[in-house]
């Protein structure tokens, strides 16, 4: 039995008439006649009483009628505190600036889709601030690099970036090449985040497994300056590829080599409060969230990006 086979009944008995019960249900006669005889057959019970003038509802009819109107109530309230108790609050969201530029915008639209009631509070900023700030509670949810300075976090590994070294195409440093190696790179000058920033720290290690010091010639902690200095021919720089995702112009200014070693790998987790601490609408934030990380990376938007298994 389903509720639109008794708003059809209802619908006609009210009506007493099929065809005209139909045309106001939009359906053509045989198809609502249809229903009610298999509401009937279910029943094992006649609920209409059919006549040259029309339709009548017998005595199951009637009763059946009462009382169907009130199941309509009933759901129909169901449907309005349904839509009454839509997740409201604010989500604190903290991105790292190369991870922003994939995921920002399609966060934001995406949670507007789903969770209209929801507002979000998007930070950017280093993964080294974005730790301080959850552990401190200051945020709900962040995607992280280094994931071993959580509190009681709830930690969802979700995709790993392969890194590149990007140097500008206005002024090549190193002859360019699809691949290369990290010992490749000796005496060429490179701009890197510091430690504060989760990709250094995966650096250290890939170097340190390549026995490779790098020849730093700058260090910077903005996506946006750092980039600046590449693209100025400053230095070249070891980034994902969502370092250069925000420009549209990027396969005509920067040239990208693929890092080859085992370690030149940045992972992305999802982290947040435990689940005890969060809101509603924070869990519900953190599926989006993971939601449009997959898509991005499952599109091809993401390049260089591979899921994880969950």
Request: a positive charge; one cysteine or more; charged letters at 20%.
């Amino acid at each position: 039995m389903e509720l639109r086979q008794l708003r059809y009944l209802v619908r006609v008995i009210e009506m007493g008439s099929i065809s005209r019960a139909a045309l106001d249900l939009e359906l053509v006669p045989s198809a609502l006649s249809q229903q009610i005889s298999r509401l009937e057959s279910e029943l094992s019970t006649r609920l209409l009483q059919r006549s040259p003038k029309g339709v009548t509802p017998t005595e199951a009819g009637l009763a059946f009628f009462r009382e169907a109107q009130l199941v309509l109530r009933h759901a129909e309230q169901a449907a309005r505190a349904a839509q009454q108790s839509r997740l409201s609050g604010t989500v604190s969201v903290g991105l790292a600036p190369s991870t922003a530029a994939v995921l920002g915008l399609p966060l934001l639209l995406a949670m507007r889709e789903r969770y209209p009631d929801v507002r979000l509070h998007m930070v950017e900023s280093l993964s080294g601030h974005l730790t301080a700030m959850l552990n401190a509670r200051q945020l709900d949810l962040a995607m992280l690099f280094n994931t071993q300075a959580g509190r009681r976090w709830s930690v969802m590994p979700l995709l790993e970036e392969k890194l590149f070294l990007i140097q500008s195409r206005r002024s090549l440093l190193r002859e360019p090449a699809a691949r290369v190696k990290l010992a490749q790179l000796a005496g060429l000058p490179l701009i890197l985040p510091t430690g504060l920033h989760g990709l250094r720290s995966t650096l250290e290690s890939a170097f340190a497994r390549a026995k490779f010091r790098p020849t730093l010639v700058a260090e910077i902690d903005s996506l946006a300056m750092l980039m600046d200095a590449v693209d100025s021919g400053l230095g070249c720089t070891l980034q994902p590829w969502a370092a250069v995702s925000r420009f549209q112009d990027a396969p005509q200014r920067f040239h990208l080599a693929q890092i080859t070693d085992t370690l030149a790998r940045r992972g992305n987790a999802l982290c947040s409060l435990s689940d005890d601490e969060l809101s509603p609408a924070a869990l519900a934030a953190r599926v989006v969230l993971a939601d449009c990380a997959s898509e991005a990376v499952r599109s091809g938007r993401w390049v260089g990006a591979k899921l994880l298994a969950r």
